[in-house]
């Protein structure tokens, strides 16, 4: 089975902290991603990542970066943390599985960071 | 760009009942795949079922199946017997072919009553 971990599921940050999000996966996965879900916002995609060293900007960049030095490992960055970016955080990683499949996309359990 | 819709925020049905979560979406592309992801309170997300849009057959996954309108743009996802189980909320999602990536829609929230 393909296994989406997350550093932490619950993180309470201070307003200004530099945060890191972790995932890891390991399916040998090119495409990894970074999530954000809101209720009633859906799922908004702020960066992905289609292999090491790669990146690029999501529907929702903004007070966000990315950092993916090995393949299997890809951290979600808040350079300064506001009360706004309080949200789930959702990691996902997927890989080309032939035309009948497309990518399937593979989840890790969230973590949800608060901000005070 | 693309767009999902789903209409509806939140259902309800009694258990082993039939229920019917409804999603539109909006591309001027031909080649795609349309997703059901199915998030449990409190567990990870994880795929229900996929529909290749080149593929006219609705897809089925035991109780779960779609009704799939490409000229409608329409992708509905339909669950039989319902189990208390699927309480859930459910993500509509979209892929460009090759793209890698997935649009998603704001999802609907599925309670099962016993």
């Known amino acids: 089975d393909v296994k989406v971990t997350q550093s932490s599921r619950y993180l309470v940050k201070r307003t200004g902290e530099k945060v890191f999000l972790e995932c890891v996966q390991d399916?040998?996965?090119?495409?990894m991603f970074w999530y954000r879900q809101d209720p009633g916002l859906g799922l908004r995609l702020i960066y992905f990542s289609y292999d090491v060293k790669m990146k690029e900007k999501g529907d929702i960049p903004e007070g966000y970066s990315v950092s993916r030095e090995k393949k299997e490992r890809f951290s979600l960055i808040l350079e300064s943390a506001s009360t706004n970016q309080t949200s789930m955080y959702l990691c996902?990683?997927?890989?080309?599985?032939?035309?009948?499949?497309?990518?399937?996309?593979?989840f890790g359990p969230g973590t949800r960071l608060t901000v005070t | 760009a693309q767009t999902v819709t789903q209409s509806q925020p939140e259902m309800s049905v009694q258990e082993a009942e039939t229920v019917t979560l409804s999603c539109t979406y909006d591309t001027s592309e031909s080649n795609y795949y349309l997703f059901w992801y199915k998030q449990p309170p409190s567990r990870q997300m994880i795929l229900v079922i996929r529909?290749?849009?080149?593929?006219?057959q609705n897809a089925t996954e035991n109780r779960f199946s779609v009704n799939f309108q490409k000229a409608a743009k329409s992708f509905s996802l339909k669950i039989s017997d319902s189990q208390l189980g699927d309480t859930a909320m459910y993500f509509c999602?979209?892929?460009?072919?090759?793209?890698?990536?997935?649009?998603f829609g704001d999802g609907t929230t599925l309670t099962v009553k016993p």
């Open positions: 999602a979209f892929m460009i072919l090759n793209a890698g990536k997935s649009t």
């Open positions: 399916m040998d996965h090119e495409n």
């Open positions: 996902a990683s997927s890989s080309y599985s032939g035309r009948d499949r497309g990518y399937e996309q593979y």
């Open positions: 529909q290749e849009a080149y593929k006219q």
